[in-house]
Nanobody, 124 residues
Framework: QVQLVESGGGLVQAGGSLRLSCAAS????????MGWFRQAPGKERDFVSV??????STTDSVKGRFTISRDGAGNTLYLQMNSLKPEDTAVYYC???????????????????WGKGTQVTVSS
């Protein structure tokens, strides 16, 4: 059974840092892209960042502040979040998608597996 389990969320003051982790199990994810999305209350789930064998991409609003990485085996995903702002407050979700040509990594429906999310709250 495939599972993605996020951890590392919490309450932090503006300007602070958090490191999110996502542990993937149940299959090999070496041929999967893994990404982070976030969803603020009353809003849609938005793309944050993705990493795959071809590289990574990150949404403009967090570039220079958030860094995505994964371990050598490919089954653990990280998101280092620095200089956090109140507008970063959201539930952060880990997702995985098999790498295929032309896939839109910024689209929710491109991903095959999802975690249950971890809350990040940034106070002003």
């Amino acid at each position: 059974q495939v599972q993605l389990v996020e951890s590392g969320g919490g309450l932090v003051q503006a300007g602070g840092s958090l490191r999110l982790s996502c542990a993937a199990s149940g299959r090999s994810f070496s041929n999967y892209a893994m990404g982070w999305f976030r969803q603020a209350p009353g809003k849609e789930r938005d793309f944050v960042s993705v990493i795959h064998w071809g590289g990574s991409s990150t949404t403009d609003s967090v570039k220079g502040r958030f860094t995505i990485s994964r371990d050598g085996a490919g089954n653990t995903l990280y998101l280092q979040m620095n200089s956090l702002k109140p507008e970063d407050t959201a539930v952060y979700y880990c997702a995985a998608a098999i790498v295929s040509w032309g896939r839109n990594w910024g689209a929710v429906d491109s991903y095959d597996y999802w975690g249950k999310g971890t809350q990040v709250t940034v106070s002003s």
